[in-house]
């Protein structure tokens, strides 16, 4: 089994021609496990496995493609971001592969500032209290970051001082495995999804562990987007429960799921059949299962 996982977040979709490149520098000297994107969110999301000392290369290059591939003057994808290579997460399995999972994360943030690209590490491994939350980075979006970089109130871990002309800046951590995670509404608008989603998250007083945001999809449809940092302790059906009850008041219920990446297999327990994970396949998608196929 590899030691680890990576989880790249990009902040482009719907270019097929850079997806392919992309998803050919990800997979150099890793296995990609899983691809997704999502033209409403602006954003795709590659899920690759290694050991450890090996996933930097494909990381780089990944890194080294997005800011050639993406320019960030031109997003407009409804899912905050600052940079190209928007997130870069190291992902540990085992807790005896979390100290691999951290030492792994700081080098490559280390290589990626050497791109030209500041990157600032988050989560648990931020140097500063108030950069846990990729939210502290993100708020007011790439113009805001500047602003912020520019008066010295930021100061990268990595890289230069201010963000890259195209690619911006990127946000690296290391962590155990979470759920991205969202659900769709019947019956809500951005107002209604918007005060679901405060209430959801554990910000707001909500679950713990869970990050949550609400927008309008393309479809018309409305959107909690959450990231589940816990999932077996806050399991998905726990989620879909909580948003169904904060959004009956507002004449609005939870009709369909999407799940973005792999999940562990007790993030699954007791799932409610009535609102399906859209395209689910145990097969590809829980961690436990698609690590042990046969390599593709």
């Known amino acids: 089994m590899p030691d680890l ?24 000297s890793a296995r990609v496990l899983d691809f997704h994107t999502d033209t409403d969110h602006g954003r795709s999301v590659f899920t690759i496995a290694g050991e450890a000392g090996g996933l930097a290369e494909s990381l780089l290059a990944g890194a080294a493609e997005a800011a050639e591939a993406i320019d960030m003057s031109d997003y407009h994808g409804a899912h905050p971001a600052i940079g190209a290579l ?32 500041p990157v600032f590490l988050y989560g648990e491994l931020a140097r500063e209290p108030g950069h846990t939350e990729r939210a502290y980075f993100r708020n007011g979006g790439l113009t805001e970051l500047w602003l912020r970089m520019q ?11 201010l963000p890259h002309p195209r690619a911006g800046a990127t946000l690296v951590t290391a962590r155990p495995p979470l759920a991205a995670f969202n659900v769709e509404l019947e019956g809500a608008d951005l107002d209604a999804v918007r005060v679901v989603a405060a209430e959801l998250r554990e910000a707001g007083g909500g679950l713990p562990g869970v990050r949550a945001i609400g927008l309008m999809l393309s479809s018309g449809r409305a959107q909690v987007s959450t990231n589940v940092h816990d999932p077996l302790t806050t399991t998905l059906a726990t989620v879909v429960e909580d948003i169904r009850g904060l959004a009956a008041p507002l004449g609005a219920r939870p009709v369909e799921a999407e799940l973005v990446g792999l999940i562990p297999a007790g993030a699954l327990v007791d799932y409610p059949a009535d609102v399906p994970i859209r395209g689910f396949d145990p097969g590809q998608h829980v961690i436990e299962r698609r690590l042990a196929a046969p390599t593709d």
Not at 5 to 28: I, Q
């Open 5 to 28: 996982l990576a989880v790249p977040n990009v902040s482009t979709a719907g270019d097929e021609e850079a997806l392919g490149r992309l998803g050919e520098a990800f997979g150099r």
């Open 151 to 161: 008066g010295g109130e930021l100061r990268p871990d990595f890289g230069p001082p």
């Open 86 to 117: 928007d997130v870069c997460p190291l992902v540990w399995l085992r807790e005896e592969d979390h100290a691999a999972a951290r030492t792994e994360a700081v080098a490559i943030a280390g290589q990626i500032g050497g791109l030209g690209i």
